[in-house]
């Protein structure tokens, strides 16, 4: 995945799922290239990315979350 600053998912970065750059033409290209130069690495991005999205967004993470909040309310 490559995705730029301004996206709002730095994160996406730091836990090795893609590459964030510059919102502009020379920070896509850029990381573009980088992105081409490691293509053995797509797929551990890729598996990085997929778990990150399973463990923070699935509906079950979810609503366990929502959950423990409506419980600490009452």
Same mark, same amino acid.
């Given at each position: !995945?490559?995705?730029?600053?301004? @996206?709002? #998912?730095?994160?996406? *970065?730091?836990?090795?799922?893609?590459?964030?750059?510059? /919102?502009? !033409?020379?920070?896509?290209?850029? @990381?573009? #290239?980088?992105?081409? *130069?490691?293509?053995?690495?797509?797929?551990?991005?890729? /598996?990085?990315?997929?778990?990150?999205?399973?463990?923070?967004?699935?509906?079950?993470?979810?609503?366990?979350?929502?959950?423990?909040?409506?419980?600490?309310?009452?």
């Amino acid at each position: !995945v490559l995705l730029t600053e301004n @996206g709002g #998912f730095n994160q996406i *970065e730091d836990i090795g799922g893609g590459r964030v750059g510059a /919102a502009c !033409v020379e920070g896509l290209q850029e @990381g573009l #290239f980088t992105l081409l *130069e490691s293509k053995l690495k797509l797929k551990e991005m890729g /598996a990085n990315l997929k778990g990150y999205v399973y463990n923070s967004h699935a509906w079950s993470k979810i609503v366990d979350k929502y959950l423990r909040l409506y419980n600490s309310i009452l």
